[in-house]
């Protein structure tokens, strides 16, 4: 990729990213409140993921799954998991909102390849 290619990219996903996030952030606010309510501390799933170059990095997201029942031997199933918030969530990509965070420090962009 380019010089400007590059350095294009990562200045149009600031660029969106500082503009749209003051928007967003009361949205995120009520979403952070609510799978607080519904499932407790922590808010966030913080996974760790192979990004650029297969560098890791963590991935942030809002919670949508309750934690797998200890001392269950296989665990629950996702599907089981996955709370009506959760659904809701996932189902309008809210859950994806702290990914905007993932963007400003420079892990993922808005356009091309997405994490596994």
Request: net charge positive; hydrophobic share 50%.
């Amino acid at each position: 990729m380019s010089f400007y290619g590059r350095y294009g990219k990562r200045l149009f996903d600031l660029a969106l990213v500082v503009v749209a996030l003051p928007f967003l952030l009361f949205l995120m606010a009520v979403v952070a409140v609510m799978v607080r309510l519904d499932l407790g501390a922590p808010v966030l799933f913080r996974h760790e993921r192979p990004g650029l170059g297969g560098k890791p990095f963590t991935l942030l997201k809002f919670r949508t799954m309750r934690e797998a029942e200890p001392g269950s031997p296989e665990g629950l199933a996702d599907a089981e998991r996955l709370t009506a918030l959760g659904r809701v969530l996932r189902s309008a990509s809210l859950d994806e909102l702290p990914q905007l965070f993932n963007v400003l420090r420079g892990d993922m962009s808005l356009v091309g390849p997405r994490p596994e």
